[in-house]
């Protein structure tokens, strides 16, 4: 028989195979030479107490054949005859917007302004350690989009969005970890994603798809209120270079401003939309395994050896604004996001194994209309000037480098300069700055309440071993593409799907992804092969 059980058991436990099946024989009252195997669908760690449990769901095979491999892979057939679409962005709505187009009989053009993965870590380089930016060529721009270069987290809040599974078992075919099917926090890494990205673009390549780098969309054709291809820039020769569809899928990210900028000129309608700004905070790992974890710093060491590297998430309500955690990145570092010369930007990135000394996370807040007030003669494009003066208002702070502004935890909430600073991951370096009062007071102000409270609700987590880093903006979005329900194609220009988190439908890997197999679908069902 095969039987499907719930078990909670100590992190200790949950290590030893041995174990586990002891504890599931006595549960199903069989002896455990009848076990023939154990299978683990999900896995999750409940810390809120001291006694930290592990929560399993399991399927158990009593005196039965152990199940088969499965494999993950998609036989497509063949696409290179078949109508072609353009994906624009090779970012996880792109890739997987092609994917579903082959899988629907279509053949999908994919154009990347930046390069390859391989390619891009010269760029990543140069930032990091010559203060150079590539404004093609980034963290946020090239094969894979942001995801590939900081973190790969695959857990989201998008369960009504589409199909989860299908997302991370893409990810499986193509070379992840069997465990992100399992643990109730998903995460590849950065160290493995640009492998797994590779393997994604030959099946779109096998399967008869193009995938073209250095290709800028510098115009849309557009006849008729139809989309009929678009006008690139071949960034390696200089050169234009046209690609012809009547489908166009918009994927390119939430930092590709220069699309918003063409949509505005041609009078393609745009909305502003919901948006956070803030900053980076990092910590020692150690303290916070310790905070989370309920031990003493002494005891950090032996609870890592069962349990993950911890994390956590807040949230706070602060003079009517959320306040809250995001991107939270353990055993992380923290990297220079930025997409222009002239900004700062940061964001956060873990390894697989999440084994760095430190913990970052973005801590942001809501921005609401009013904010943008002086900014409000740009329309839709107002909240991305408000992002933009305050990129380049942390390039000057830190020097009008890639070196970003930083402040000790502390001395942030006090309104005092910090006359040193901790160490951090940030590798393009940090200098000490005056951020309680270099950010607009309706961030600054609900950030330093904000972290006093979390102060409260996690004991030790306000310190000066604490930095925060300026600054986080590009949490998403401060712009949407609207698309009609049904259809998902702009409401103007048929023909053209806004797609993922630059459009305003995504907020990370897999709800990207989702969206991009909701584009491609949405085109099978109107069109004609």
């Not at 600073?421 to 007071?441: D, I, K, M, N, W």
């Not at 053209?496 to 439908?505: D, H, I, K, S």
Request: charged share 20%.
């Amino acid at each position: 028989m095969i039987h499907e059980i719930q078990l909670v058991v100590s992190p200790e436990e949950a290590a030893n195979p041995d174990t586990i099946k002891t504890i599931v024989s006595k549960q199903l009252f069989t002896s455990s030479s009848n076990i023939t195997f154990i299978k683990t669908l999900k896995r999750s760690v409940d810390a809120r107490s001291r006694n930290i449990k592990i929560n399993l769901k399991l399927e158990v095979y009593v005196n039965e054949q152990p199940p088969h491999a499965v494999s993950y892979k998609i036989n497509y057939e063949n696409a290179t005859n078949k109508k072609p679409v353009i994906v624009v962005g090779a970012g996880p709505a792109g890739l997987f917007a092609a994917l579903q187009l082959i899988e629907n009989g279509w053949k999908p053009i994919v154009v990347e302004r930046g390069k390859d993965v391989k390619n891009r870590r010269r760029d990543l380089a140069a930032i990091n350690k010559q203060h150079l930016v590539n404004p093609n060529s980034n963290y946020c721009f090239g094969e894979g989009g942001a995801g590939t270069y900081s973190d790969g987290k695959l857990y989201t809040r998008s369960t009504k969005r589409g199909d989860i599974t299908k997302v991370l078992e893409t990810f499986v075919a193509h070379g992840a970890d069997e465990n992100i099917l399992i643990e109730a926090h998903p995460h590849i890494g950065t160290n493995k994603l640009p492998k797994i990205i590779e393997a994604i673009r030959k099946t779109i390549i096998d399967a008869g798809g193009e995938v073209h780098f250095n290709k800028q969309v510098t115009d849309l054709i557009i006849k008729n209120n139809t989309v009929q291809g678009v006008v690139c820039t071949d960034l390696e020769n200089n050169i234009a270079v046209e690609f012809i569809a009547d489908s166009i899928i918009l994927a390119t990210g939430h930092s590709s401003r220069d699309i918003f900028e063409l949509l505005h000129s041609k009078n393609i309608l745009i909305e502003a939309k919901t948006f956070a700004m803030g900053v980076r905070v990092e910590h020692p790992q150690e303290l916070i395994d310790s905070l989370q974890y309920h031990c003493g710093i002494n005891e950090v060491a032996n609870k890592r050896n069962y349990l993950p590297a911890a994390s956590y998430s807040l949230v706070q309500q602060v003079l009517g604004r959320g306040v809250y955690s995001f991107c939270m990145c353990p055993g992380g570092i923290i990297a220079p996001c930025a997409t222009a010369p002239g900004e700062v930007v940061t964001n956060g990135w873990s390894p697989s194994k999440r084994n760095n000394p430190f913990a970052n996370s973005g801590m942001v807040v809501t921005i609401e209309p009013e904010d943008l007030k002086q900014y409000q003669q740009h329309g839709a494009l107002a909240g991305l000037r408000y992002q933009q003066a305050l990129e380049k208002m942390a390039w000057k702070a830190g020097g009008q480098t890639q070196t970003a502004p930083a402040q000790q935890l502390q001395d942030f909430i006090n309104n005092k300069l910090s006359p040193t600073l901790p160490l951090t991951s940030y590798q393009p370096g940090v200098v000490s700055a005056p951020l309680h009062s270099l950010l607009p007071e309706s961030i600054g102000k609900r950030l330093q309440i904000g972290f006093s409270q979390f102060g409260k609700k996690m004991r030790g987590y306000v310190s000066n071993d604490a930095v925060i880093v300026g600054v986080e903006s590009r949490t998403s979005s401060p712009v949407r593409i609207p698309r009609d329900a049904l259809s998902l194609q702009h409401p103007q220009i048929k023909g053209l799907y806004p797609c993922g988190e630059g459009a305003g439908y995504a907020g990370g890997i897999v709800s990207a992804a989702i969206d991009g197999q909701k584009c491609a679908n949405a085109i099978a069902s109107i069109l004609i092969k």
